[in-house]
């Protein structure tokens, strides 16, 4: 591809060809040239999210403090094939949407290449996704599971490198041991990366797996290279951004599930809900095709999570909605009915924030904050967190009880023995937050969220809990809606997903997965008829549902966690 230059115009160019070769030739820069100069040295950057870091999404967080934005994870085979179809449905930008890095997942330097060549002259860099942990990457071989090909890596490096006119960056995970975590950065580096984004737990960590991101990683590997480095992991508040740039020395803090509960994280400030909603729809309004109806759904659901739980015909009418219209009108409902609580204040300005044991802050039920979950405990009412006290997780992965310990320094700068964790900042000491791919817990919807996070699917959290009656109440309306054939939520008390009525347990996708068949059918006229049809499946079957092909697991979960679980759902 020739790239132009001034000297191949022979004359001064023109006010309208001046920013494009601009442009071009600012994208030559490298390493802190180019993130000073054309990424203009962000510190707040909003992560890769696939069908969640869309052009409205990103118009809104830039507008609230983000001074850089990933598109959402695009496959590269699929980009790049001629048909154009989802290429079409998946890249959108403007002239709101700059600087920007496009993120591809591959396994192959010429079809990454191609890919990549599609879109280098509407970004201002390349991301290579090296740290996807689910399923889906497994299968497809891409993400933290080329984590062991590091030929390939550094070929897909240096390809990008070599071809594009635009830089190429990196976002990966860390290694169990830091020292080879530290090779596998340099070797990145030395292939040709120009900007690395390191997020702070191994590819196992995920689900209800995944503890805290080790910030002493992301230290050491940012001493140990000459290129920006951006971490990611842990964070929740505006005050945890400092802690993190301060523990860690990077160039800037990357936030996902941060950032889609608060899109105005970066600016300190809890607003009102409905304001930023609102805000939001108009955006998709204004800018055609800037966000498909599933992408609304998503983020509707965790601006209000909060708030739903009180409100379940306003959670049922979003996740019917079918056009922009719908959305619109469930908000604007929404809003009269928090602006009565709140007296119409837009931001909550306490002087002093009131926090819980844990230390966590107290916020109304009308204002954006961010979505926490105690490691390793399934956050519901069966949970007796008073009596027991939170269950987190050391490095290891290992289950610790521990007594309510916020103030206690020692947690908040002491390291998990056999672990390389440095300080800790206190508002995430007990939590799990804010990754491209993480999204821990082990309820439901953490794992159908999980998939939002990772950009490994296409399942969308919308949880928000159920009425009263908790999942009773659900289930007997879940049974009557399945003989009328109609569209209902999930039973599980902590999952709000559209549940399948042709799954042998009547759960939605994720939740299906997650028992993996050690709870029994629910419904009263179906329990027993779909018990026998399992036991004869089973028989020439590997899988317990064959709609969402879940394999069988344990009547007995290995996990007080998952044991709490099947307790709520059945």
């Given at each position: 591809?020739?790239i ?6 022979n004359r001064?160019p023109?006010?309208k060809?001046?920013?494009y070769?601009t442009?071009?030739?600012?994208r ?5 040239e180019?993130y000073?100069?054309v990424?203009k040295s962000?510190k707040?950057?909003v992560?890769?999210?696939v069908?969640?870091?869309?052009y409205a ?5 830039n507008?609230?403090g983000?001074q850089l934005?990933y ?8 980009f790049s094939?001629p048909?154009?179809k989802?290429r079409a449905e ?5 002239e ?10 591959a396994n192959d330097?010429k079809?990454?290449l191609a890919?990549?060549k599609m879109?280098?002259?509407?970004c ?6 090296l740290g996807?942990?689910q399923h ?6 891409y993400?933290?599971?080329l984590q062991?090909?590091w ?8 390809t990008?490198?070599k ?6 960056t990196c976002?990966?995970r860390?290694?169990p041991?830091?020292e080879k975590?530290?090779r ?9 990366c120009?900007l690395l984004?390191?997020h702070g737990?191994v590819?196992?960590q995920?689900g209800?797996?995944t503890?805290?991101a080790d ?5 050491r ?6 290129i920006?480095v951006?971490?990611n992991g842990?964070?929740?508040?505006f005050e945890d951004i400092?802690r993190c740039?301060?523990a860690t020395g ?8 941060g950032?889609?509960?608060n899109?105005?994280l970066?600016?300190?400030k809890?607003?009102a809900?409905?304001?930023l909603?609102?805000?939001y729809?108009q ?9 498909p109806?599933?992408?609304?759904r998503?983020?509707l ?6 708030c739903?739980s009180?409100h ?8 019917k ?6 959305f619109?009108?469930?908000v604007?409902?929404l809003?009269?009915?928090l602006?009565a ?5 837009e931001e ?10 844990s230390g ?5 039920s009308?204002v ?6 105690v490691d390793?405990t399934?956050?519901s ?7 027991n006290?939170?269950i987190?997780?050391d ?6 009880k521990?007594?309510d310990?916020s103030?206690d320094?020692e947690?908040?700068?002491?390291t998990?023995?056999?672990?390389t964790?440095?300080?800790i900042a206190p508002?995430v000491l ?6 491209e ?5 082990t ?8 998939v939002v996070?990772n950009?490994?699917?296409?399942k969308?959290?919308?949880d928000?809990g159920?009425g009263?009656?908790?999942?009773a109440e659900?289930l007997?309306?879940k049974a ?7 569209v209902l939520?999930?039973?599980?008390e ?6 399948s009525v ?5 759960l ?6 997650f028992?993996g ?7 009263e006229?179906?329990?027993?008829d779909a018990t ?10 590997r899988?317990v549902?064959e ?5 069988p697991k344990?009547?007995e979960?290995?996990s ?5 679980l099947?307790e709520?759902?059945a």
């Open positions: 591809m020739l132009p230059t001034i000297a191949h115009y001064i023109s006010t060809e001046l920013p070769l442009r071009i030739m600012s030559k820069l490298k390493g802190y180019f000073e100069k990424l962000p707040y950057i992560a890769p999210m069908e969640q870091s869309e999404w990103r118009i809104l967080s507008r609230y983000a934005c598109t959402p994870m695009l496959h590269a085979r699929l094939q048909d154009g989802y998946n890249w959108q930008t403007g709101h949407d700059r600087p920007l890095i496009a993120q591809f997942c330097p079809i990454l890919a990549a879109v280098e002259n509407e201002d860099a390349v991301d290579i996704n996807c942990p889906i990457a497994r299968r497809g071989r993400g933290a599971f062991d090909e030929e390939l890596i550094a070929e897909m490096v240096r990008l490198d071809e594009l006119a635009v830089p190429v976002k990966i860390v290694f041991d830091v975590t530290i596998y950065a340099k070797m990145i580096e030395e292939a040709g120009q984004t390191v737990r590819r196992e995920k209800h797996k503890g805290l910030w002493e990683q992301i230290r590997v940012k001493e140990a290279v000459s920006p951006f971490a842990n964070i929740l508040y400092e740039l301060t990077v160039d800037g803090v990357m936030t996902a599930e950032n889609l509960y899109p105005a970066f600016t300190g809890h607003y809900s409905w304001k909603a609102e805000e729809l955006i998709c309004k204004n800018v055609p095709k800037s966000a109806l599933g992408a609304i998503g983020h659901f965790k601006m209000f999570k909060p739903l009180e379940t015909d306003i959670r049922t009418q979003l996740a909605a079918n056009k922009l219209e719908d619109i009108d469930s604007r409902e809003k009269h009915r602006i609580i709140s007296g119409g204040a909550y300005q306490p002087e002093v924030f009131e926090t819980d044991e966590f802050r107290k916020l109304p009308w954006l904050q961010p979505y926490f979950r390793g399934l956050k009412k069966s949970v007796d967190e008073k009596a006290g939170p987190r997780e490095a290891k992965g290992a289950e610790t521990s007594e310990k103030d320094p947690l908040f700068s002491s998990t023995e056999g672990s964790n440095g300080p508002s007990h939590v799990t937050a804010g990754g791919e993480e999204t821990p817990s309820d439901p919807e953490a794992v159908s969220k999980e996070q950009g490994c699917g296409k969308r959290s919308a928000c159920t009263a009656n908790g999942a659900n007997s309306k009557r809606r399945i003989k009328e054939g109609k939520i999930c039973p599980t902590t999952c709000a997903n559209v549940a042709k799954c042998a347990f009547g939605c996708k994720a939740c299906c997965k028992t068949g050690a709870l029994n059918p629910v419904g006229n179906k329990a027993q026998v049809e399992i036991e004869e499946k089973n028989s020439k079957s899988f549902c709609v969402h092909r879940t394999r344990n009547k979960p290995k007080d966690g998952a044991q709490q099947m709520v759902v």
